[in-house]
C-alpha cells in the first residue's frame, strides 16, 4: 500500500499547474528535459494535449494558458509585458534550458523571448508564426503603418457587440482547422476569453516588426509553416515570404507542412515528428 501511494503522489507531481505571481498558469506533465509550450491567441494550453501526451514519455512539458485567455481571469494582465514574465519564470522556475515552443501568437511571443534571452534556451520551435505579421500581406508595410492597422483592429475588436465577435471568430476558425470537433473547441476557448485582453493581444503581435530583434536569437530555430490550397495559401504563396520574414534569422530550419493553421490540433502526429528530430538533434 505504501508504495501505491508513493507512486499516486509521484504522479500527482508530473500534472500539477503553478500558482504564482505569474499573469499566466503554467501545467506540467511528464519527466525529462523541460519543453515550454504557449498556444496560439485565445487558446487554452490544452491545445497543445495531443502533442505534450505524446513528448511527457520523454519530456517534461510546461503548458502555458495566458490570463484572460480560454476563460481565465484577466487580473490586470498587460500583453506587453508577458515575454518578460516568461523570461522570468525561465529563469526560477526551470532548472535546465527549455526548448520554447509556440504556436501562432505563442510563436510570435517565441520569436520576442528568444530574441531577448536566447541564452536561457536549449532550443525553439514555432509552428505556423512569422515575426512580422502585417509583412505577409504586403512587403513593404512600414511599422508605422502596422501600428495604425493594428490599433484599428483593436479598436473594432473591443467596440465589436459580444455576438457579432462571436460570429466572426466562428467564420475565422472555418479557414484554420479541418476538424468540426476543433473548430468548436477553438471556438469554445475564444468565446470564453476576455476580448479586451484578446484585442490587446492582437494589437500587439500585428504592430510589431521582430525581424531585426530575430538577429540575436541564438539557438537553431525550427520553423514549421503551414499550407493549404483550400485555403487560399499554397506552399509557393508561403514559400515567397520566407526571406522576407526570416531573412536574419543566423540558425533555423524550415519545414513547410500541408494542413490548416491549427495543424497542431487537426495533425499533432506531424508535428510530433518534426519536433521529436528536431530535439534530438540539438546540443
Known amino acids: 500500500m505504501r508504495k501505491f501511494i508513493l507512486a499516486l503522489l509521484s504522479f500527482f507531481n508530473t500534472v500539477c499547474s503553478f500558482s504564482t505571481e505569474y499573469h499566466f498558469q503554467v501545467d506540467i506533465k511528464g519527466k525529462g528535459d523541460p519543453l515550454l509550450f504557449i498556444p496560439g491567441i485565445g487558446c487554452s494550453g490544452e491545445a497543445w494535449n495531443s502533442i505534450t501526451d505524446l513528448l511527457s514519455e520523454k519530456y517534461c512539458c ?7 485567455f480560454a476563460g481565465r ?9 508577458i515575454p518578460e514574465e516568461i523570461i522570468t519564470f525561465i529563469k526560477k522556475e526551470i532548472k535546465k534550458k527549455p526548448v520554447l515552443i509556440g504556436h501562432s501568437f505563442g510563436g ?13 534556451l536549449k532550443g525553439v520551435v514555432v509552428v505556423d508564426s512569422y515575426p512580422f505579421y502585417l509583412a505577409n500581406l504586403s512587403s513593404s508595410i512600414t511599422v508605422a503603418q502596422a501600428k495604425v492597422q493594428a490599433d484599428k483592429v483593436r479598436k473594432d475588436v473591443v467596440g465589436m457587440p459580444d455576438s457579432l465577435f462571436i460570429k466572426q471568430q466562428a467564420s475565422l476558425v472555418g479557414l484554420q482547422s479541418a476538424s468540426n470537433e476543433n473548430k468548436l473547441k477553438i471556438l469554445n476557448w475564444v468565446s470564453k476569453s476576455d476580448k479586451i485582453v484578446y484585442a490587446e493581444a492582437l494589437e500587439y503581435m500585428l504592430s510589431q516588426d521582430l525581424r531585426e530583434k530575430i ?8 520553423i514549421i509553416l503551414c499550407y493549404s490550397a483550400i485555403t487560399g495559401m499554397p506552399q509557393e504563396k508561403i514559400a515567397a515570404n ?11 530550419n524550415i519545414q513547410f507542412i500541408e494542413g490548416m493553421h491549427f495543424i497542431i490540433l487537426d495533425e499533432p502526429a506531424k508535428i510530433v515528428t518534426l519536433t521529436s528530430e528536431y530535439l534530438k538533434n540539438i546540443k
Open 62 to 68: 510546461y503548458v502555458v494558458t495566458l490570463n484572460g
Open 242 to 252: 520566407v526571406s522576407v520574414q526570416f531573412g536574419n534569422l543566423p540558425k533555423h
Open 73 to 81: 481571469s484577466s487580473n490586470e494582465i498587460e500583453v506587453a509585458k
Open 215 to 222: 538577429k540575436a536569437i541564438k539557438p537553431e530555430i525550427l
Open 108 to 120: 510570435f511571443l517565441a520569436y520576442a523571448i528568444a530574441a531577448e534571452a536566447g541564452d536561457l
